[in-house]
């Protein structure tokens, strides 16, 4: 089962979905918050994880019916690093640069969050990205989460620019108060 996003179809990923996920993960400006650009061995030792791990939530590929069969994925995973607002569950998206600012992300997210919180029963959902990330940090405030606080990412190296990020959450009891 996947949560229903409207114009946006989230669906289990396919062998087809490689190819276009490997030019989205090579591109610089996709990468530009996530360590740069991946070779297409890394961005398929990727998709096999996220196909090995996706159960009840994952990172589910994404679609725009009449548009195109795959944009990117969308979903919810546990974060795979320690850090002290863990364990958590995390919304996350990663879309091709051409359906930037159409509201994809956005609502795919959305049909994420009701599905962890509706569905699920989850009682709190993160969300976290480096901290000069504004595109991700405006869909986080476009989905209802607040900003919590800044923290340096374990899994970056000590100095690096992408080492400072912001942690974003939201309650179950918030979203169902503004959207039940």
């Not at 990172?59 to 919810?76: E, M, N, T």
């Not at 405030?141 to 190296?157: A, K, L, N, Q, T």
Request: hydrophobic share 45%; proline share 6%; with cysteine.
């Amino acid at each position: 089962m996947t949560p229903d996003a409207g114009r946006v179809v989230l669906r289990a990923w396919r062998d087809s979905d490689l190819e276009p996920f490997a030019a989205l993960n090579a591109d610089p400006e996709v990468m530009r918050w996530l360590g740069g650009p991946q070779s297409r061995a890394k961005s398929d030792r990727f998709a096999a994880r996220i196909r090995r791990e996706t159960t009840e939530v994952g990172l589910w590929a994404a679609d725009v019916p009449g548009v195109v069969d795959f944009i990117g994925f969308v979903g919810l995973q546990v974060p795979s690093f320690e850090a002290d607002f863990m364990p958590c569950l995390e919304v996350g998206w990663r879309l091709a640069r051409p359906y930037w600012g159409f509201g994809y992300a956005s609502e795919a997210a959305t049909a994420s969050l009701a599905y962890a919180f509706d569905l699920l029963g989850y009682d709190e959902i993160v969300s976290f990205t480096a901290v000069n990330n504004v595109r991700s940090r405006r869909v986080m405030e476009r989905i209802g989460m607040i900003e919590r606080r800044e923290f340096d990412h374990p899994s970056v190296p000590k100095g690096h620019e992408l080492e400072p990020h912001v942690l974003y959450r939201i309650a179950g009891a918030d979203w169902r108060r503004g959207h039940g």
